[in-house]
């Protein structure tokens, strides 16, 4: 049976269709209804197929197609839903995103009829004001597969599909559908059959007849995204979207990186809402990717980091000659020159001995500083892998570390001084040596003393190397780390290579006590620098009482070693107690707010730098930390001295500071997506460079100026 069917619009009460619509769109839709009743007189949609009867509402039409005229003796039979919009509305996908609801279907109302399964065509995207919702406008079928309890007998379908069609409101529609197949041969209607037929192509299906393969899923926890690798077997990919069902998680827009010509792509979807992204790992989702007339709906198990692709070594390798550079300069670095200082003593002392006994000391601390390098990095892999917030120097940000810091550094200047002597047993000593002694585990311990001091420094190549490392898994992270570790421990090894340098080095004399004293003036000037950073972290108060507590413990540890008889045996618990306390004051304390900004620096806030830019204003960034002695550096030479400071004034440039003195997730964010996990960094935006230039970590005068007048010009 052939029937022709066309669209009419019902004159039901408008008011009583919408069910609470306002009367602002009830009004806009009269008006717009003669022209709409004179286009459908004018231009009936038609379909020669064995089609229901239209269910018609004020902005959507629905109705059952078939593609066979009679019920056949088959089990199953093809169907379809057809469903028309009026212009500028849209419905909804079986996902409908961050809004809306998909339509919903109810078939009980048949007869022969066991189940009706339903093909999803592709949607389509729509973003308004930041919601991200898919759906469809204008025409879709959604292609039914009839399955019939007794093949043979007549079949009645019978459905009710509530709907929710949007455009500046939404309207919720209700619909009842029907269609009636008597029995008898089923011959195939070729107006209808070729109508499903269109729209069944766009259902995606595993990716075998469009090429289309989603090779892989997995997390990135420092952008806060999920990460596909989308593939290509024939047309490169033009504009892949992602549609990402399972879990409680809402994505934005993918951000598309093409490879291999087009044939790969990596999308990266940042999660908008629901929980941390480390959760996703190991759960199984489905992801629908859609490139132009292409589709293809995967399963896929997140991973928690990227899988190997290409040759791992040759991109590492290079990273790892940038590490080895950069540890080898961090030796230049303010942080590790107080440790280089008690190195320059212990090899003083060590004139006159045998070269296999110098050798193996200075092994000992090369040995040290890789080992401290690769427990750090070990522990920010870990950190990572669960979901934390990673990067160079973040140990800095914990008061009790910096408390136990200061107290490590106060002893060691006490030491130098004269104070006290730690004196162990004969017997422990000959196998352990002691702290900046000579024996195997004193130089151990200053290697990785080295290390945790060189931490809140940046040097050139470092940040490179870092990012590089952290924005990779667990391997590239140790391997890049190590390389620093070897960098770092270079001068040790030169010296335990060529142990006769040694003797090179002045004798020992009077000279040696003003030296002792010079350094120990040093170690303790570092000392202070970290309780002004423990005070920035958490309050004047807190810190005095770190330092109180610190003072007493040295000055019982300098009576216990000293042997005063009772008083030596009191003084020792004492001292443990007044260590304990020194390092639990920060940890009971809570943290500082923020002071305010100076008046020309206004705090970090990323949303307005794209709106400064936009009014045509220049913007200085400035990421930096009480702790980063390279930060501090930057910013007494370059950033506070003329004529710098001046240009950071001017009208029509906007100075920002990024505090990460305390841990501050929005930086990191910020710094991750310019793949960098260490400070200092300085960015520059304008007309000119929308999208920022990065500035070196050691800043110049030139680089500056240099950067803020490429920005400041259009074009």
């Known amino acids: 049976m052939s029937i022709t069917v066309t669209r009419r619009p019902s004159l039901a009460p408008l008011a009583a269709v919408f069910g609470g619509a306002s009367k602002a769109a009830t009004s806009r839709l009269l008006r717009a209804l003669p022209a709409a009743l004179l286009f459908t007189v004018l231009a009936p949609v038609s379909v020669s197929a064995m089609a229901g009867p239209q269910s018609p509402a004020e902005t959507s039409t629905v109705q059952v197609l078939a593609a066979v005229d009679a019920a056949g003796q088959s089990q199953t039979i093809p169907a379809g839903l057809r469903i028309v919009l009026d212009d500028g509305w849209k419905t909804y996908w079986r996902s409908p995103g961050d809004a809306g609801m998909p339509p ?123 990460v596909l690798r989308v593939a290509s077997a024939t047309a490169p990919l033009a504009a892949p979207d992602a549609f990402v069902e399972g879990g409680d998680w809402a994505f934005a827009t993918p951000e598309v990186a093409r490879e291999d010509g087009g044939r790969t792509a990596l999308l990266t979807l940042p999660v908008v809402a629901g929980p941390d992204v480390v959760g996703m790992a190991d759960r199984p989702l489905t992801v629908t990717v859609v490139d132009g007339g292409r589709a293809v709906e995967a399963g896929v198990t997140v991973s928690s980091e990227a899988p190997l692709t ?27 020159l ?32 890789i080992a401290a390098m690769l427990v750090l990095a070990g522990t ?35 030491s130098m001084a004269g104070v006290f002597e730690i004196r ?47 924005a990779r898994g667990p391997l590239e ?11 770092l421990a270079a001068p040790y090894l030169l010296v335990a290579l060529f142990p006769g340098a040694v003797a090179l080095l002045p004798r020992p004399g009077r000279w040696m006590g003003t030296l002792r004293h010079l350094l120990a003036a040093a170690l303790a000037a570092t000392a202070i620098w970290l309780v002004t950073v ?89 990421v930096t930390a009480d702790w980063c002695v390279t930060c501090i550096v930057n910013k007494k030479l370059v950033i506070d001295r ?45 007309p000119g460079a929308p999208h920022g230039i990065v500035l070196p970590e050691v800043l110049s005068e030139g680089a500056v100026l240099d950067a803020v007048r490429k920005a400041r010009t259009a074009g």
């Open 642 to 686: 003329e004529p710098v400071a001046g240009t950071l004034s001017r009208d029509g440039v906007v100075a920002m500071r990024a505090d990460w003195t305390s841990p501050d997730p929005a930086i990191a964010a910020y710094l991750g997506q310019h793949d960098r996990y260490g400070i200092p960094f300085n960015a520059v935006y304008g």
């Open 338 to 369: 107080p440790v280089l200082s008690l190195k320059l003593m212990s090899m003083i002392g060590q004139q006159g001995q045998e070269r296999r006994r110098v050798r193996l000391g200075f092994l000992a601390t090369a040995s040290g500083a």
């Open 477 to 487: 992270i140790l391997a890049v780390f190590g390389a620093l570790g070897v960098g």
């Open 380 to 414: 920010l892999a870990a950190l990572k892998g669960a979901g934390g917030i990673v990067g160079w120097g973040m140990q800095f940000q914990q008061p009790v570390f910096l408390a136990v810091m200061v107290g490590v550094l106060v002893a060691f200047a006490a």
């Open 104 to 226: 919903r279907m109810d078939w009980s109302g048949s007869t022969n009829v066991a189940s009706v399964a339903v093909r999803w065509p592709a949607p389509q995207r729509f973003s308004t004001f930041g919601i991200e919702t898919l759906g469809y406008t204008g025409e879709v079928v959604l292609p039914l597969e009839v399955t019939v309890e007794r093949p043979g007998e007549p079949v009645s379908l019978r459905g009710k599909v509530d709907l929710l069609v949007c455009s500046e409101v939404c309207v919720p529609a209700a619909h009842q559908v029907g269609l009636d197949l008597p029995a008898g041969p089923a011959t195939p209607d070729a107006a209808a059959g070729n109508l499903i037929a269109r729209f069944d192509a766009q259902v995606p299906g595993d990716g075998n007849s469009s090429g289309v393969t989603v090779e892989g899923a997995w997390t990135d926890p420092v952008r806060g995204a999920l």
């Open 534 to 622: 423990l005070a920035a972290q958490t309050s004047i108060g807190a810190a005095a009482s770190v330092v109180a507590a610190t003072l007493l413990a040295v000055g019982a540890l300098a009576l216990a070693t000293r042997g005063f008889g009772a008083v030596s045996l009191v003084a020792g618990p004492v001292a443990l107690v007044a260590l304990a306390t020194a390092v639990a004051i920060p940890a009971a304390l809570d943290r500082a707010t923020p002071a305010a900004e100076a008046a020309r620096w206004q705090r970090f806030e990323q949303a307005e730098i794209a709106r400064l830019v936009a009014q045509g204003q220049t913007v200085f960034v400035d």
């Open 424 to 470: 162990l047993p004969s017997s422990l000593s000959t196998t352990l040596g002691t702290v900046g002694g000579d024996g195997p585990a004193g130089h151990f311990a200053m290697g990785a003393f080295a290390t945790l001091l060189a931490t809140p420094c940046s040097a050139p190549f470092l940040g490179t190397a870092v990012g590089f490392a952290l």
């Open 310 to 336: 290409g040759d791992r070594l040759n991109d590492l390798l290079p990273f790892l000659a940038v590490a080895l550079l950069g540890g080898l300069v961090l030796n230049l670095m303010p942080c590790v």
